[in-house]
């Protein structure tokens, strides 16, 4: 998918228009400066792809669970559980070798459930909503 990086330093990514195709991979945690969770960076998707019906991805950690997968169910088209749950991440241009210590998942707001479908079927269970 081609479209907006979202930055997550100032300004805020919450606080920038998201436009065209986007990928985030938002902050796990709770942000105490400015009182943000995991549940702003879904509602701020959910919100977009209901304004703009542009296609947008989020790589979370699975906890269906919280108030934040509540809001997945509700909005979002698809999710992909991964089989590999885990991720490696870059850091300062190397690999970090602990990965994610959570199983993740990536969610899909769009309209094009079965190209998600087609192209994340082999990382993992598709579930269409």
Same mark, same amino acid.
């Given at each position: ?17 998201? *436009? ?29 792809? +209901? ?17 934040? *997968? ?14 590999? +749950? ?33 192209? *994340? ?9």
């Amino acid at each position: 998918m081609v479209g907006a990086h979202v930055s997550f330093g100032p300004p805020h990514g919450l606080t920038q228009d998201w *436009f065209g195709n986007v990928f985030c991979n938002p902050p796990y945690g709770r942000n105490p400066e400015d009182k943000t969770s995991l549940l702003d960076w879904v509602n701020k998707a959910a919100e977009t792809f +209901s304004r703009r019906n542009n296609g947008i991805l989020l790589l979370i950690p699975v906890a269906t669970n919280t108030r934040h *997968f509540y809001k997945i169910w509700e909005t979002a088209a698809a999710i992909c559980f991964l089989k590999d +749950s885990r991720l490696k991440f870059w850091i300062n241009g190397k690999e970090d070798s602990k990965g994610a210590p959570m199983a993740c998942c990536v969610v899909y707001w769009g309209n094009y459930k079965e190209m998600f479908v087609d192209c *994340f079927e082999h990382l993992g269970k598709v579930v269409v909503i």
